[in-house]
């Protein structure tokens, strides 16, 4: 017989910009290696400056995109809220 199963956690927002922000300081150390390594980097491995270029360019961008997606989120949570008041009548003699 199987256990009954135990209740979910509660979920537990953070702050999502951190791990942006770290992955995005990460590609650009990796980039500042490659650049200082010079000609070091044999011509078949250049592709990763590109590489880097991107990290930190999707990184940027996830990091002034996450405040915009959780301010939308919101905004959303709100006007369903908003909603679900103004469809419940009201009972006499409430405001």
């Known amino acids: 017989m199987r256990k009954p199963r ?3 956690p509660e979920v537990h927002e953070s702050d999502y ?3 942006a ?4 300081v990460a590609w650009a150390i990796a980039l ?3 650049l200082v390594m010079g000609d070091g980097l044999p011509d078949s491995e250049r ?3 590109g590489v880097c270029v991107t990290g930190i360019a999707l990184g940027v961008f996830g990091f ?3 405040p915009y997606l959780f301010r939308k989120r919101d905004e959303a949570a709100d006007r369903a ?3 679900a008041a103004d469809s419940h009548p ?3 003699g409430t405001p």
Not at 21 to 24: D, K, L, P, R, S
């Open 47 to 49: 592709w990763w400056i």
């Open 81 to 83: 809220a908003e909603r």
């Open 17 to 19: 910009r951190v791990p």
């Open 32 to 34: 500042v290696v490659l």
């Open 64 to 66: 002034l995109y996450i």
């Open 6 to 8: 135990q209740p979910d």
């Open 21 to 24: 922000a770290i992955g995005t």
């Open 90 to 92: 009201r009972e006499p």
